[in-house]
């Protein structure tokens, strides 16, 4: 019986599952997950989750004690609610599960830093070791600095809403242990700005990932790369070999089902002899190379505007759910 799509893509790729829906992980069974403000946001809506719900609420009021107000008791259970969904999501993966910092602090490498302290402290409470858990965070130039931080404490960081070579270098120079750069947000900017179509094989975000995984292997950076964000099935076919792909259902789904010859397309000894100009990157080449991406600029900021959106709609549903 021939491999499908998905049983090829895993003999070169990590694949890891993009969702919330504990379900979905446990019927694909990826090594790894990951979860961000609106996946979350999501799953907590599901009726199969309300325990979750409710037993974060209740952590979150004993941990506020008598003194807790209403506010101070939802933040601490969103916290809690996305703790409660990674602690599930190992229960059924082999690998790391990644959590989100609130993307209100993507400006904030102080408040970053303690954010994502709080969230390793409750997993490792419950018993699992931080290397299990990449703490998510957005790739501004002061999230990138917070990760640093984190990296050199044992804190392994995914930083997310990466869109431009400058971002991936500037955190693997850092030492990051993962980049989730978003191929199909790249290839929706570019489709609304110059109003073409894009086959897999000539599509922006495909070309940005390739490029980010040359020069990574090129110069022997351990930071690795997961392409994330999908708008078809064309743009994860076109990215076998990547170090991990985050997937989410629906894909993962078309990929068992399908039996076609999936060929490598990136390959780390290819790139490490290719002809790669290296670029160091401090604060004013970063700001300098960001402000000149005008896809990278807009990108980001609808990213973190996007997660913090979310955010706050998870914030009204927890507090209408503790009244």
């Known amino acids: 019986m021939p491999q499908s799509l998905l049983q090829q893509l895993s003999e ?7 969702t919330g829906d504990i379900n979905a992980i446990r019927k694909f069974k990826p090594r790894d997950a990951t979860t961000n403000p609106s996946l979350i946001m999501a799953a907590a809506q599901m009726s199969e989750y309300t325990s979750l719900v409710d037993d974060a609420l209740a952590w979150a009021k004993k941990d506020a004690g008598t003194d807790g107000t209403k506010d101070a008791i939802v933040r601490r259970a969103i916290d809690r609610l996305s703790v409660e969904f990674g602690l599930h999501i190992l229960e059924i993966v082999s690998g790391r599960v990644s959590t989100e910092v609130d993307a209100r602090l993507s400006l904030d490498t102080p408040r970053t830093i303690e954010k994502a302290r709080t969230l390793i402290k409750q997993y490792e409470t419950a018993g699992t070791p931080r290397e299990r858990v990449l703490i998510k965070i957005a790739s501004t130039w002061e999230g990138i600095r917070a990760a640093e931080v984190l990296e050199r404490e044992g804190i392994h960081c995914n930083l997310t809403l990466l869109f431009g070579l400058h971002q991936a270098i500037a955190c693997a120079e850092a030492g990051v242990t993962l980049i989730s750069p978003f191929v199909g947000r790249i290839l929706d900017w ?19 990932v390739t490029t980010i995984f040359n020069y990574f292997k090129r110069f022997g950076y ?14 994860i076919t076109e990215l076998a070999g990547c170090d991990l792909l985050t997937i989410a259902p629906n894909y993962l789904d078309e990929l068992s089902k399908s039996a076609e010859v999936l060929p490598r ?6 790139a490490r002899a290719m002809s790669v100009e290296r670029i160091s990157i401090d604060e004013a080449t970063f700001r300098k190379m960001h402000a000149a991406d005008a896809m990278a600029t807009d990108k980001l900021e609808e990213g973190i505007q996007g997660f913090t959106k979310a955010m706050v709609a998870l914030e009204k549903l927890l507090g209408d759910r503790l009244s």
């Open 265 to 270: 397309r990136l390959d780390p000894e290819k």
């Open 190 to 208: 570019y489709k609304k700005s110059t109003g073409k179509t894009y086959t897999a094989a000539d599509d922006p975000g495909v070309h940005s």
């Open 12 to 18: 070169m790729t990590i694949v890891v599952a993009d």
């Open 222 to 235: 351990k930071t690795q790369v997961m392409g994330a964000s999908f708008r078809s099935l064309g743009e």
